[in-house]
């Protein structure tokens, strides 16, 4: 039989292959991130709690998915990516039934954070092996961006399916549906992704990826907790004060380790730090007005689900419309001005949220806070992720990549934590409107992050010789 590498039209046959495999996969992950927010309602009345509780449907995923990216990269390399990519996709599949038959509201929550780990371990792989089965130049360009366009697909269509699920077959199918999808994923890669060759030996800093994990959640545990009128304050105190110490044990352990998660020189670079912090200000924000448009679509507005995800779409189209101009614009206007652009455009969305769901206007009323946020969201994020890897070298863009992607998700678990689970107290949600409390502080969080993107400092464009 002629090898696929004696035979190039085979290997490229193949390459595409495992790339509409794997896109497949990214498909489902992307998915998973907009299809719980419109049936969040839904889950909240049929297993009895709260919207501050339903706040942990969102961050389990997040916080798990982002706190383990990094070490899920490094076991690819350590036991193989084939491996890892297999695992990662069967544990976000069994957590996704698991999710689906949840009996009670804890058993959601673990089936979240499973999910999450999964993710972790799958997305890495999965980036890894297109990158390594196409060569550097157009046919590599051609597939990250299909992967990107499917990813971008997907954020947009789980607003809509989210809907239909919900209102024909119920919450519990939004998690269901994708698990067929995930057993065709298994079968192709085992099928056509190439083995695992000779692996490298890699350290592990296992103890700095759990801490990383640890820290957000044992926050975000409080933070909600301190809001539920039967938890004892001192239960609150010494959660939050864990989350202090874990976040300094990271530190300490990054500084020791022979091959830290994240090399302390990373702080050095003074644009990529402030990038990355307003990066996580800015998806807090981001993660806050998703769950708030659900909110106030679906229990103030009196929206079906249905008719809540068709409402999300301006904001979806608002996002496509936005990532396909920004790009040209980062030549023109610069990272610092497209982030700092985003960052406005979303804290007039923001503050244009409380005006609706607080004067009990209907749910057109909410398209014009959507569309700037969205567009905030397309011209900040894609600024601060070009700022965020500025400069990088061989040696660092994996690491500077992984952050970035890092902050994105951990910023938006816990400012979501934060934002909702103070909104949300019953002691405060009383007397302040919470819609309007939880889009306070999430204008709050983006006046300092522009105020941090206002010290970017970008270096200057090389410029191209002349020509004769």
Request: glycine share 6%; hydrophobic share 50%; no cysteine.
């Given at each position: 039989m002629t090898s696929?590498?004696?035979?190039?039209?085979?290997?490229?046959?193949?390459a595409w292959s495992v790339l509409g495999c794997l896109a497949t996969l990214q498909f489902l992950i992307a998915i998973d991130v907009t299809v719980v927010n419109v049936a969040l309602p839904s889950i909240g009345a049929g297993?009895?709690?709260?919207?501050?509780?339903?706040?942990?449907?969102?961050?389990?995923?997040t916080i798990t998915g982002g706190g383990l990216l990094m070490l899920g990269g490094r076991l690819g390399d350590v036991l193989g990516r084939r491996r890892v990519l297999i695992a990662g996709t069967a544990l976000f599949g069994a957590a996704s039934l698991l999710a689906g038959l949840a009996p009670s509201f804890p058993l959601l929550v673990v089936a979240r954070l499973l999910q999450g780990v999964g993710e972790a371990l799958a997305l890495p792989a999965s980036m890894a092996t297109i990158v390594l089965m196409f060569p550097e130049g157009p046919r590599r360009s051609r597939a990250l961006s299909v992967w990107a366009a499917v990813a971008s697909t997907g954020l947009v269509v789980g607003f809509v399916l989210s809907g239909i699920i919900t209102e024909l077959y119920g919450w519990r199918w939004i998690f269901l549906v994708s698990v067929p999808f995930v057993v065709l994923v298994i079968i192709g890669a085992i099928a056509l992704v190439p083995a695992d060759s000779a692996v490298a030996r890699v350290p592990l800093d296992l103890p700095g990826s759990l801490l990383l994990t640890l820290t957000p959640l044992l926050f975000a545990f409080g933070v909600i907790e301190a809001g539920e009128g039967g938890?004892?304050?001192?239960?609150?105190?010494?959660v939050l004060i864990a989350s202090a110490v874990s976040g300094a044990l990271f530190v300490v352990v990054e500084k020791r380790s022979a091959a830290p998660l994240i090399p302390l020189t990373f702080f050095r670079n003074k644009t990529r730090v402030m990038a990355n912090l307003s990066t996580a200000l800015l998806s807090a924000a981001l993660s806050t007005s998703f769950m708030l448009f659900t909110l106030h679509l679906q229990q103030r507005a009196l929206l079906t689900p249905l008719e809540a995800g068709l409402m999300l779409l301006p904001l979806a189209m608002s996002l496509v419309a936005a990532a396909t101009f920004v790009p040209r614009l980062l030549e023109r206007w610069g990272a610092r001005a497209c982030a700092g652009a985003g960052i406005a455009l979303t804290a007039a969305g923001m503050a244009a949220i409380a005006i609706p769901s607080s004067g009990?206007?209907?749910?057109?009323a909410t398209i014009p806070a959507m569309v700037l946020i969205a567009a905030g969201m397309g011209f900040g994020l894609v600024g601060l992720q070009y700022a965020a890897v500025t400069g990088v070298t061989e040696d660092d863009a994996g690491v500077a990549s992984g952050i970035q992607r890092a902050a994105d998700q951990l910023g938006g678990s816990t400012g979501i934590a934060l934002y909702i689970g103070i909104a949300f107290a019953p002691t405060l949600a009383t007397s302040i409107d919470p819609f309007v409390t939880a889009s306070a502080l999430a204008v709050a969080g983006l006046a300092a992050a522009w105020l941090i993107t206002r010290r970017i400092t970008m270096p200057e464009p090389e410029k191209e010789p002349e020509v004769g």
């Open positions: 696929d590498i004696s035979n190039p039209r085979r290997a490229d046959i193949r297993l009895s709690v709260s919207a501050r509780e339903l706040t942990w449907v969102v961050v389990a995923y938890t004892a304050p001192w239960i609150t105190a010494v009990g206007a209907g749910a057109a």
